[in-house]
């Protein structure tokens, strides 16, 4: 999971977290997650793994139509 074990992508956010890819970029549009690390060609953000696994161990909160809460 994650580019080189240093960035997520929307996947692996998805992946995470238990949610569709459409649910994970939802949440990394909220306030509070993390800004992406970077921006690559056709427009993929990532984002670095510590910044969002720290932002999961002390926000990440599922709703109830998340698909694995």
Same mark, same amino acid.
């Given at each position: 999971?994650g580019l080189?074990?240093?960035?997520?992508t929307?996947g692996?956010?998805a992946d995470?977290?238990? =949610?569709t890819r459409? /649910?994970?970029?939802?949440?990394?549009? &909220?306030?509070g997650f $993390?800004d992406?690390?970077?921006?690559?060609?056709?427009?993929?953000?990532v984002?670095s793994?510590?910044q =969002?696994?720290e932002? /999961?161990?002390?926000?990440?909160?599922? &709703?109830?139509?998340? $698909?694995?809460?």
């Amino acid at each position: 999971m994650g580019l080189k074990g240093k960035l997520y992508t929307t996947g692996d956010l998805a992946d995470l977290l238990g =949610v569709t890819r459409q /649910r994970a970029y939802a949440i990394s549009r &909220r306030k509070g997650f $993390p800004d992406p690390f970077d921006e690559w060609p056709g427009g993929l953000a990532v984002w670095s793994v510590d910044q =969002v696994n720290e932002w /999961r161990r002390t926000s990440w909160r599922p &709703r109830a139509e998340d $698909p694995e809460s």
